[in-house]
């Protein structure tokens, strides 16, 4: 009898099992070389797999010595390229065809390298991996019922996030710096304790990273020299909590069962948006929808009725291929960072999956505009109708999103109508925001008083004036807003009988394009608060110098594609806009919002962007 192990079995110390049973005895063992190379190679990254796996080889060469069994190796040492695809499969293959060679039978404790085997009419036994049950892992001991997260490095003192939600403090909790050696012995056993029991899994094996889920806690695992020294990161939940936890709680949860729902669950790092999150994943299921997750990793701690899947193959794009098919009522996205996983949300949203994503935000509004630019402006509504922000711990603010064909506030003429997603505040049907579309960029404007003055609606509308006016007169102008149906207008003294017309037609046709009467006088007789004559404001952000093509005014923005920021000059809010995934801000020449940025680089005005 030919016996032809792979490393998952050689590993396990099975083959030495099987032949001190007697199962094997009298067999020839044909050891792959490939075994040999991938152990080699894992004892040297100190892993401990590699250690038992030539433990076993020893154990095997002492039963050959006592006459038990034969022992070979075959096969030769893999290439380079075919150890680097050893996560495709490349050596799984290279052992299988050694075990067809030698028509031996093929011992495996790896379940998919059976099924291909059987697959490729190979005479297989499946030997089941060994579990264990782990008691307590050594990072535990750095834990108290406040600790949230703990965080060693080769050198440092170990450091803890400690504290209610929401109010968490970093802190040092010993005294003596970690050491390399201690690090070392807490990945092996956290690394190990995850194969070999049930309750965890590795959810990233990369070179110089490793990212494992035991029980309840996530554990991040850096080396050099992906890292600059060893580092283990471990974090867990504090609290479980339910929907009944929270405050305005009632009216929302009827919103969700109304019907699936688009929901963005939004707020800074640490303030309770997982915890939400999988309150709703339970609520949900407790209500009879069918509820799956997407994570990665996968942490968020929900019942076993609820199913967590992590990015198959790397791609969360094919998690969601394969979601569709099982058709979920809800699904959970916990986290939405970057362009493909609001590309996927969008995807699974639009067709007809209930879907609860979890994103970082400082601002409720902010979760929001994370679509602009990713996502068509006008099925923003279609893909998120509600924004829950979280903060402390608690809903400070859930936001009813949908279209609306109106005039936006602040202008003044039907003429100007066009679809407006309007952002209300969900419980009081109180209007706190509208996007919309303006001079071909997208804007996002606050209806609050407070924050109306900061970005300006009343400046949205001023513009539309200055953009009829310039558009008869040669020189400068300047507008002054005195009310939603009045406003002055400035220019030169040379332009007043081109900007009023012949018995004052012109001015006329304007006012009644705008819905707003007009005051034309001449730059002698602006007030100094209005125009260049006025205080300029104290300009933030980073100042940009833009360039000025044929077509174009391209403020570069290296490192902020996909994000929304405001554009001012000396200061004063000009206009909000998406940074574009080239990484710059391109005005068409020829719009109000061009002319203004033009005009204001002419008079060397400080250019500068703030993140909005």
């Given at each position: 009898m030919n016996?032809v192990p792979d490393?998952s079995a050689?590993?396990d110390?099975?083959?030495s099992?099987?032949?001190?049973a007697?199962?094997?005895?009298g067999?020839?063992?044909?050891?792959?070389?490939?075994?040999?190379?991938e152990l080699?190679?894992q004892?040297n990254?100190g892993?401990?797999s590699?250690?038992n796996?030539l433990?076993e080889l020893?154990?095997l060469?002492?039963?050959a010595?006592?006459g038990?069994i034969?022992?070979?190796?075959?096969?030769?040492?893999?290439?380079p390229?075919?150890q680097?695809?050893?996560h495709?499969?490349?050596?799984?293959?290279?052992?299988?065809?050694?075990?067809d060679?030698?028509d031996a039978t093929?011992?495996?404790?790896d379940?998919?390298?059976?099924?291909?085997?059987?697959?490729k009419?190979?005479e297989v036994?499946?030997?089941?991996?060994?579990?264990r049950?782990?008691?307590?892992l050594?990072?535990e001991?750095?834990f108290d019922?406040?600790?949230?997260?703990?965080h060693?490095?080769a050198g440092?003192?170990p450091m803890?996030?400690r504290?209610?939600v929401?109010?968490?403090?970093?802190?040092?909790?010993?005294?003596?710096?970690?050491t390399?050696?201690?690090l070392?012995e807490y990945?092996q056993?956290?690394?190990?304790?995850?194969?070999?029991?049930?309750?965890?899994?590795i959810?990233?094996?990369?070179?110089g990273?490793?990212?494992?889920q035991f029980?309840?806690?996530?554990?991040?695992?850096?080396?050099?020299?992906?890292a600059d020294?060893?580092?283990?990161?471990a974090?867990r939940?504090?609290v479980?909590t339910?929907?009944?936890?929270?405050e305005?709680?009632d009216?929302?949860?009827?919103?969700?069962?109304e019907r699936?729902r688009?929901?963005?669950?939004s707020?800074?790092p640490g303030?309770?948006?997982?915890?939400?999150?999988?309150?709703?994943?339970?609520f949900?299921?407790?209500?009879d929808?069918?509820?799956?997750?997407?994570?990665?990793p996968?942490?968020?701690?929900?019942?076993?009725?609820i199913t967590?899947y992590?990015?198959l193959?790397?791609?969360m794009?094919?998690?969601?291929?394969?979601?569709?098919?099982?058709r979920p009522d809800y699904?959970i996205?916990d986290?939405?960072?970057k362009?493909d996983?609001?590309?996927?949300?969008?995807?699974m949203?639009?067709?007809?999956?209930?879907?609860?994503g979890?994103v970082?935000?400082?601002?409720?509004?902010?979760?929001?505009?994370?679509?602009?630019g990713?996502?068509e402006?006008?099925?923003?509504?279609?893909?998120v109708?509600?924004?829950?922000?979280?903060?402390?711990?608690q809903?400070?603010?859930?936001?009813?999103v949908?279209t609306?064909?109106?005039?936006?506030?602040?202008?003044m003429e039907e003429?100007?109508?066009r679809?407006?997603?309007?952002?209300?505040?969900?419980?009081?049907?109180t209007?706190e925001?509208?996007?919309y579309t303006f001079n071909?960029?997208v804007?996002?404007?606050?209806?609050?008083?407070?924050?109306?003055?900061?970005?300006?609606?009343s400046?949205l509308?001023?513009?539309e004036i200055?953009?009829?006016?310039q558009?008869v007169?040669?020189?400068?102008?300047d507008?002054?807003l005195q009310?939603?149906?009045?406003?002055v207008?400035?220019v030169?003294?040379?332009?007043?009988?081109?900007?009023?017309?012949?018995?004052?037609?012109r001015?006329d046709d304007?006012?009644n394009?705008?819905g707003?009467d007009?005051?034309?006088?001449?730059?002698?007789?602006?007030p100094?608060?209005?125009?260049?004559g006025g205080?300029?404001a104290?300009?933030?952000?980073?100042?940009?110098t833009?360039?000025?093509?044929?077509?174009h005014?391209?403020?570069p923005?290296d490192g902020?594609a996909?994000e929304?920021?405001?554009v001012?000059a000396?200061?004063?809010?000009?206009?909000?806009?998406?940074?574009g995934?080239?990484g710059?801000?391109?005005?068409?020449?020829g719009?109000a919002?061009?002319?203004e940025l033009?005009r204001?680089i002419?008079r060397?005005?400080?250019i500068?962007?703030?993140?909005?």
């Amino acid at each position: 009898m030919n016996v032809v192990p792979d490393t998952s079995a050689v590993v396990d110390g099975r083959i030495s099992q099987k032949v001190d049973a007697g199962d094997f005895a009298g067999a020839t063992v044909l050891i792959p070389e490939a075994v040999v190379s991938e152990l080699e190679s894992q004892a040297n990254r100190g892993e401990e797999s590699g250690w038992n796996g030539l433990s076993e080889l020893q154990r095997l060469a002492d039963a050959a010595d006592a006459g038990d069994i034969d022992l070979e190796y075959v096969g030769v040492r893999p290439k380079p390229e075919e150890q680097g695809y050893a996560h495709r499969g490349e050596i799984d293959a290279l052992i299988r065809e050694l075990a067809d060679e030698h028509d031996a039978t093929f011992v495996t404790s790896d379940l998919v390298q059976s099924e291909v085997a059987q697959a490729k009419g190979l005479e297989v036994e499946y030997i089941a991996p060994k579990t264990r049950d782990v008691g307590r892992l050594g990072v535990e001991d750095y834990f108290d019922e406040q600790t949230m997260s703990v965080h060693l490095r080769a050198g440092v003192p170990p450091m803890a996030k400690r504290g209610e939600v929401g109010e968490m403090h970093y802190q040092e909790i010993r005294d003596d710096p970690s050491t390399d050696d201690q690090l070392k012995e807490y990945a092996q056993e956290i690394i190990q304790s995850a194969k070999q029991s049930n309750e965890g899994f590795i959810e990233i094996d990369e070179p110089g990273m490793t990212i494992v889920q035991f029980r309840d806690y996530r554990i991040a695992i850096a080396e050099p020299p992906f890292a600059d020294a060893w580092e283990i990161t471990a974090v867990r939940p504090i609290v479980k909590t339910n929907m009944e936890d929270y405050e305005h709680a009632d009216e929302l949860k009827g919103r969700l069962l109304e019907r699936q729902r688009g929901v963005l669950i939004s707020g800074a790092p640490g303030a309770g948006k997982s915890t939400f999150a999988q309150a709703v994943a339970e609520f949900l299921a407790d209500n009879d929808f069918a509820v799956k997750t997407m994570e990665k990793p996968r942490d968020l701690q929900v019942g076993p009725e609820i199913t967590q899947y992590t990015a198959l193959a790397g791609e969360m794009e094919k998690t969601a291929d394969s979601l569709l098919m099982v058709r979920p009522d809800y699904t959970i996205y916990d986290e939405v960072r970057k362009t493909d996983d609001f590309e996927v949300f969008a995807d699974m949203r639009l067709a007809g999956v209930g879907m609860v994503g979890v994103v970082h935000a400082t601002r409720p509004i902010d979760a929001l505009q994370r679509l602009i630019g990713r996502v068509e402006l006008g099925m923003i509504p279609q893909i998120v109708d509600t924004v829950v922000y979280i903060e402390a711990g608690q809903i400070e603010k859930v936001y009813d999103v949908k279209t609306q064909v109106k005039v936006p506030e602040g202008m003044m003429e039907e003429d100007l109508a066009r679809p407006v997603i309007l952002v209300e505040e969900f419980e009081t049907g109180t209007p706190e925001y509208e996007i919309y579309t303006f001079n071909r960029q997208v804007v996002t404007v606050p209806l609050q008083e407070g924050e109306r003055d900061e970005t300006g609606v009343s400046r949205l509308a001023r513009q539309e004036i200055e953009r009829e006016i310039q558009s008869v007169a040669r020189g400068h102008v300047d507008v002054d807003l005195q009310g939603q149906n009045r406003a002055v207008v400035y220019v030169d003294e040379s332009d007043i009988s081109y900007v009023i017309g012949k018995g004052g037609g012109r001015i006329d046709d304007i006012e009644n394009r705008l819905g707003i009467d007009i005051d034309v006088r001449t730059h002698d007789e602006k007030p100094s608060s209005v125009g260049d004559g006025g205080a300029a404001a104290t300009p933030r952000g980073d100042v940009v110098t833009p360039e000025i093509t044929s077509r174009h005014i391209v403020i570069p923005l290296d490192g902020h594609a996909g994000e929304t920021v405001e554009v001012q000059a000396d200061g004063e809010y000009l206009f909000t806009a998406t940074v574009g995934r080239g990484g710059d801000i391109q005005v068409s020449r020829g719009s109000a919002i061009a002319e203004e940025l033009e005009r204001a680089i002419d008079r060397s005005h400080q250019i500068t962007v703030t993140t909005a």
